[in-house]
Every structure is written in structure tokens, then in C-alpha cells.
């Protein structure tokens, strides 16, 4: 079973950076997507960034210049840059993350972290 776990959400003014960190454990055999979500109180929750096996990135329309996603495949992590901090990006965020391991494909989300955004 692959586990999933965020850190480094937290308060930060408009304007401000955070950078998200989200570590992958368990008997991994590969790591294909990694991606951050994010869901804001009522609303649905949306993706905001994935990147592939071959470093293909995808951003949504609303983080397109502010944010930026890297992963680091020989520690199984991927990363989230948040420049430009808006009070509309306060959300919990979530890893998600898809591959192989010992069992089969997984397809893991980690329990998310709180990003707020206000002065």
C-alpha cells in the first residue's frame, strides 16, 4: 500500500510564496502522475497541477505563471511552487499519486494541507 502525506501548506499574505512538498512511501515500483488538487470550502475540488513520467506538465488556467510543479523521481516526491498568492487559492491541497508497486497500479491521495491566503 502506497501512503501519501503533505507539508508545508500554511498562512501566508497575498503576494506571498509557499512551496507544497508531498512524499510517496511504501514498495514503489513506479511513480507515473503526481498531481496537486485542491478544494475550497464549497466548492468541488479541482486540479491545479500534474506531471507526468516524462516531465509533461499541466496547469490550471487559474495558477498558469504563478505556480510551478516538480517532482523528484528517485525520492518519489513532487513539489508545488506557489507564487503570487491570491486569497481565491485558499484551499486544502491535496497529492495524489499514480504508479505500480508490489500489489498492482495504486492510485493514493494524501490527507491534504491547508493553504490560506489573507492579510
Known amino acids: 500500500q502506497v501512503q501519501v502525506v503533505e507539508s508545508g501548506g500554511g498562512l501566508v499574505q497575498p503576494g506571498g510564496s509557499l512551496r507544497l512538498s508531498c512524499a510517496a512511501s511504501?514498495?514503489?515500483?513506479?511513480?507515473?502522475?503526481m498531481g496537486w488538487y485542491r478544494q475550497a470550502p464549497g466548492k468541488q475540488r479541482e486540479v491545479v497541477a500534474t506531471?507526468?513520467?516524462?516531465?509533461?506538465?499541466n496547469y490550471a488556467d487559474s495558477v498558469k505563471g504563478r505556480f510551478t510543479i516538480s517532482r523528484d523521481n528517485a525520492k518519489n516526491m513532487v513539489y508545488l511552487q506557489m507564487n503570487s498568492l491570491k486569497p481565491e487559492d485558499t484551499a486544502v491541497y491535496y497529492c495524489?499519486?499514480?504508479?505500480?508497486?508490489?500489489?498492482?497500479?495504486?492510485?493514493?491521495w494524501g490527507p491534504g494541507t491547508q493553504v490560506t491566503v489573507s492579510s
Open positions: 495524489n499519486v499514480k504508479g505500480s508497486e508490489l500489489l498492482g497500479q495504486y492510485d493514493s
Open positions: 511504501g514498495i514503489i515500483f513506479s511513480t507515473n502522475v
Open positions: 506531471i507526468n513520467s516524462g516531465d509533461s506538465k
